[in-house]
């Protein structure tokens, strides 16, 4: 019934006890212990097969648990990265806003100075205007004493 787990992993164990058991079921088989024993024996052999399996369960789900946590420390640094970047491009953007900012300021003071000179040029042209007006006449002064 157990002969399956007599090759798998801990069969050199099985095998010895096996000769253990040969020798007593030869001396006891005449009341009816040794078939006994040699279902205690399989019995035994099964709980080791399944002893071992539980070793492999327990030693898959550590490797699982490990695995898992590196999955984790490594999500939690891309998601610091990730803030890192995102902070990054607030600042930036911050940044930007400053610049566009400054950029309004010296539009504003560039039309102040443009409303200046368009001032002073339209007062110049007023001082030129007066200055050929004066100067005009001043030659028709100069060209009636001149005309006699």
């Not at 078939?35 to 490797?63: C, F, P, Q």
């Not at 010296?106 to 100067?135: P, Q």
Request: aromatic content about 2%; overall charge negative.
């Amino acid at each position: 019934m157990f002969d399956k787990f007599k090759n798998e992993e801990g069969g050199e164990m099985v095998e010895e006890r096996n000769e253990e058991i040969s020798s007593v079921t030869e001396s006891t088989s005449q009341i009816g212990i040794g078939e006994l024993i040699g279902k205690r024996a399989k019995l035994e052999e099964a709980i080791d097969y399944v002893g071992l399996m539980i070793k492999n369960l327990k030693d898959k789900r550590t490797l699982l648990e490990k695995d898992i946590e590196e999955e984790s420390v490594d999500i939690k640094n891309l998601k610091e990265k990730l803030q890192k970047v995102s902070e990054y491009i607030e600042e930036e953007n911050r940044g930007i806003e400053e610049l566009v900012n400054k950029r309004k300021q010296v539009e504003n003071e560039a039309d102040e100075v443009g409303s200046i000179i368009n001032s002073l040029r339209e007062k110049l042209s007023g001082v030129d205007r007066v200055i050929d007006d004066e100067g005009s006449k001043v030659r028709k002064i100069k060209e009636s004493r001149d005309s006699p």
